[in-house]
Nanobody, 127 residues
Framework: QVQLVESGGGSVQAGGSLRLSCRVS????????MAWFRQRPGHEREGVAG????????TYADSVKGRFTISQDRFKTTVYLQMNNLKAEDTALYYC????????????????????WGQGIQVTVST
């Protein structure tokens, strides 16, 4: 069974950077697309960035565009979220997510619910 394991969270001052990693525990051969979500205090969970199955295309929420970058390694075993110029409002629990059957584009997460989720990892940005 495929599982997602996040790492790399923590605390940082505003303006700083963090890189989140999401390791995919197994490759069962299915076409897979990935995304990062977050849940900020007092808010619903929201999609932050999505990646196409090939890793060639990405989509971002307006709030992080130009600051965050989603990518994956060449073996497609780990997905990253590079977060630069972090702001206090980026403080949230971040989740890695995957979908297998519905991967029309990097925007998949705006239409389809993920099939599996990581456990979540905390990012705290202080001013």
């Amino acid at each position: 069974q495929v599982q997602l394991v996040e790492s790399g969270g923590g605390s940082v001052q505003a303006g700083g950077s963090l890189r989140l990693s999401c390791r995919v525990s197994a490759d069962d051969g299915r076409r897979r697309c990935m995304a990062w979500f977050r849940q900020r205090p007092g808010h619903e969970r929201e999609g932050v960035a999505g990646l196409s199955p090939s890793g060639e295309y990405s989509t971002y929420a307006d709030s992080v565009k130009g600051r965050f970058t989603i990518s994956q390694d060449r073996f497609k075993t780990t997905v990253y979220l590079q977060m630069n110029n972090l702001k206090a409002e980026d403080t949230a629990l971040y989740y890695c997510a995957a979908q297998f059957n519905h991967c029309p584009s990097s925007r998949w997460y705006q239409t389809f619910d993920p099939a599996i989720w990581g456990q979540g990892i905390q990012v705290t940005v202080s001013t």
